[in-house]
Each structure stands twice: as structure tokens, then as C-alpha cells.
């Protein structure tokens, strides 16, 4: 997840992980531009993640596709989040967009 936030152009300030026994791994690596999470359940080869960013010099997008990659996924489905979006009424807001899953591309290293 630090390489990941590395290829987003994040600047990391705290890494957090706990490994579990018999399998699977919680942690978070805390951004200046937010962080980013995961939980895994390897029995069910599931992880969840979620890159939480803001600002317009990281691309969430990039470590989405890293972290991918490196866990050996299939696929993914992704929802995309767009916080903090100013409203008529002075207040925020957020749009949700929802992307299918889809197969994951081979990239040869």
C-alpha cells in the first residue's frame, strides 16, 4: 500500500498494519492527502481498499491500478466518490459513481 501511495504522488506521514492468524492483513497508510486502507479476507480472495485523496497532484486512479496488480486480482469493482463538491446552499456534497467490474489487465514486468 506504500508503493501504491507512492505511484498516486501522495506524501505518506504514518503506515499502520496488522497481520492476522491465521490469514489476512488490516492497515492503513495515512496520507497528508488523506489515506488509504485495506482489509483482506484471503480464504474468500477479497480485499477491500479504499484511496481516499484529495488535492489535484495525486491520482487515486494510479494506486487503485498498482495495488491491483500487485494483489493478483482478477477484477474489480470500484465506486468512485466525489466529496466536498459545493451545493446552491452553501452546504457540500458528494456524487457517487459506480464502475462495473471488470477483468483486470496482465502487465508483464
Known amino acids: 500500500m506504500e508503493n501504491a501511495a507512492r505511484e498516486s504522488n501522495a506524501e505518506i506521514l504514518k503506515v499502520v498494519f496488522h497481520r492476522f492468524e491465521p490469514q489476512g492483513v488490516s492497515g492503513v497508510v495515512v496520507l497528508a492527502e488523506s489515506h488509504i486502507s485495506i482489509h483482506t479476507w484471503p480464504e ?19 494506486a ?35 464502475h462495473a467490474g471488470r477483468a483486470m489487465a496482465k502487465r508483464s514486468a
Open 44 to 62: 474468500a480472495g477479497y480485499a477491500a481498499v479504499d484511496f481516499y485523496t484529495c488535492g489535484d497532484h495525486t491520482d487515486p486512479w494510479l
Open 64 to 98: 487503485c491500478e498498482y495495488a491491483g496488480q500487485k494483489l493478483g486480482a482478477t477484477s474489480m469493482l470500484t465506486t468512485e466518490v466525489k466529496r466536498g463538491i459545493a451545493s446552491t446552499n452553501g452546504q457540500y456534497t458528494h456524487v457517487v459513481h459506480e
